[in-house]
């Protein structure tokens, strides 16, 4: 990967020099001073919208996928279509005459013409699902233009990035949200009530990933990005599914946080045999390596592995695992779930509980209406739900811009890693300071 300036050189050279020391710190990554007249958007609310009105950039397979989802969510105006190519925008615009929507503006043509629709003033939330290049600039123009943002995975690609996003959320006092869809699936909403009541004792371990080989996907991104993505940058460049979920289980920024990580590769070697098959040329630049494993330790102790592949041909499995002083869950491979003293659950006794601790922003009437939408089985349903039904009450988002910047992190932090002999490096405290702020994860409802 090419960090830019190589991300202090000096703080790296100095912690490379000690590392044969008994004495070794973690590699610093500076954390920049936050700007003047700014404060934190822990809990950050902005007046209620009755009616959210919304702008779509980027209308490809999660995209468009959006567009539809947002047909049957109370409360919502799409007002704007907008994608390069015209054929997505026509696409996503059947989609609404189909459903009876109203016709919405249309924006294509060219990568900037995002800008003309961000410009309107009778757009509350731009949604982006975009090329994850194109995802921060987007946001940023989008929140220096009065709109709330809501991100595609993984909403950030570098250290850069992430603090622009901070810094203009903070600035603008505007929501930016990235979209975690793994958050809201029904396994992992039940797990998360049961943690919360204490099911598993204290949590001690975590686990999450993505390993999806994606043979029969390269081909769908548009201009290869994605492939060529990965042959450019290291580390854990798609972190989010596999760590969202389980970040919350920690409480994260809300009684602890992210302290250091290690980062390691194997090298590679399905990644250049695709660039292979799909150009006929020999690759001998690739970057990030087949398999590429984290592991982060937390202020308070906690430790996390979060693993991707996406190039060898393994079964999909984003792990999600909670290892307890009193108990134990997994849903990959197969659900598991063991409570002290050692007591295996059947399946009808891991459903019994999923039912007993059903997580209290998942209704019977939600759960029903998101498995009809769909989305991933209904998560993507209920996650665009939430956001709505938040921004609809004035209620501060159940995801904040400091979860983006902690979940996508590990690219930049996991390549310094690696590139220096897989040295632990000091995760930034990106709410500079109020990581202790909030006591726990939760959600919030209107009265």
């Known amino acids: 990967m090419k960090i830019k300036n190589l991300l202090l050189i000096a703080a790296i050279i100095t912690a490379t020099a000690c590392s044969t020391s008994k004495n070794a710190r973690p590699i610093k990554v500076k954390v920049p001073a936050r700007p003047a007249g700014q404060e934190n958007v822990i809990g950050l609310t902005v007046p209620a919208i009755d009616t959210v009105r919304v702008g779509f950039v980027g209308l490809g397979m999660r995209g468009s996928s959006a567009v539809e989802r947002y047909t049957y969510i109370p409360g919502v105006k799409i007002v ?75 909403a950030a ?116 045999a695709q660039v292979k098959r799909q150009t006929g040329e020999e690759c001998t630049d690739f970057q990030n390596g087949d398999e590429v494993n984290t592991m982060i330790l937390t202020e308070k102790g906690k430790t996390i592995l979060i693993s991707h592949d996406v190039l060898t041909p393994r079964p999909y499995n984003r792990m999600y695992q909670i290892v307890g002083t009193e108990g134990y869950v997994a849903k990959y491979p197969v659900q598991q779930m063991m409570l002290s003293p050692h007591r295996s659950l059947s399946p009808e006794d891991i459903k019994a509980m999923q039912e007993e601790y059903r997580n209290p922003i998942l209704t019977p009437e939600l759960e029903e209406l998101a498995k009809k939408v769909g989305g991933h089985g209904g998560m993507d349903f209920i996650m665009d739900y939430r956001l709505i039904y938040c921004l609809r009450n ?41 990581w202790d702020k909030v006591k726990g994860f939760s959600y919030a409802f209107a009265e």
């Open 80 to 154: 704007a279509l907008c994608d390069v190519l015209p054929e997505n925008v026509a696409a996503s615009q059947k989609t609404l005459s189909d459903r009876e929507f109203p016709e919405a503006a249309e924006y294509s043509g060219d990568t900037e013409v995002y800008k003309q629709m961000c410009e309107r003033d009778d757009i509350d939330l731009v949604y982006i699902c975009t090329d994850w290049v194109h995802h921060v600039p987007i946001a940023l123009y989008a929140m220096e233009h009065g709109k709330n943002v809501a991100v595609e995975v993984p």
């Open 157 to 272: 690609t570098s250290l850069e990035e992430i603090w622009a996003l901070i810094n203009t959320s903070e600035r603008t006092r505007k929501h930016c949200i990235m979209l975690e869809n793994c958050c809201y699936d029904f396994f992992e909403l039940s797990c998360l009530s049961m943690a919360q009541a204490g099911v598993f004792g204290e949590v001690l371990h975590v686990e999450g990933a993505y390993l999806h080989s994606l043979d029969e996907y390269w081909d769908r991104y548009w201009n290869n990005w994605r492939l060529d993505f990965n042959r450019t940058h290291k580390g854990d460049v798609y972190p989010t599914h596999g760590l969202g979920p389980v970040a919350q289980v920690l409480n994260i920024h809300r009684g602890d946080r992210f302290k250091t990580l290690v980062a390691m590769e194997t090298k590679p070697v399905n990644g250049p």
């Open 394 to 434: 004035g209620l501060p988002l159940d995801m904040d811009v400091y979860d983006l910047a902690e979940w996508c992190c590990l690219g930049e932090l996991g390549a310094i890693s690696i590139e220096n002999g897989n040295m632990p490096v000091e995760v930034p405290d990106f709410t500079r300071g109020a």
